[in-house]
């Protein structure tokens, strides 16, 4: 078992910048892809971002050039850099976590970009 805390999130205006962490605690030895998805209302979950323990990135072309995915050295700790936001970045936005076939979710943070 995974479980997820994510922090971050908020508020922003258009260009500016946000951070969306999300700690793992529990069996985290065999995680093996950390990322984070996005569901904007009245759409489908959607990939943001992952990034897997050898530091492949996989980044939609919505956001490549403008967010940044990232974790820390012991890979129990995701992070989303996100810059130049967009309106039609808001959504929630969802960790999420891979241990070999299994797959946890976060409980979502809201990201709002509005002026």
């Known amino acids: 078992q995974v479980q997820l805390v994510e922090s971050g999130g908020g508020l922003g205006q258009p260009g500016e910048s946000l951070r969306l962490s999300c700690a793992a605690s529990?069996?985290?030895?065999?995680?093996?892809?950390m990322g984070w998805y996005r569901q904007a209302p009245g759409k489908q979950r959607e990939l943001v971002a992952t990034i897997t323990n050898g530091e492949r990135t996989n980044v939609a072309d919505s956001v490549k050039g403008r967010f940044t995915i990232s974790r820390d050295n012991a890979n129990t700790t995701v992070y989303l850099q996100m810059n130049s936001l967009k309106p039609e970045d808001t959504a929630v936005y969802y960790c999420?976590?891979?241990?070999?076939?299994?797959?946890?979710w976060g409980q979502g943070t809201q990201v709002t970009v509005s002026s």
């Open positions: 999420y976590v891979k241990l070999f076939v299994y797959e946890y």
């Open positions: 529990g069996n985290t030895l065999r995680i093996n892809t």
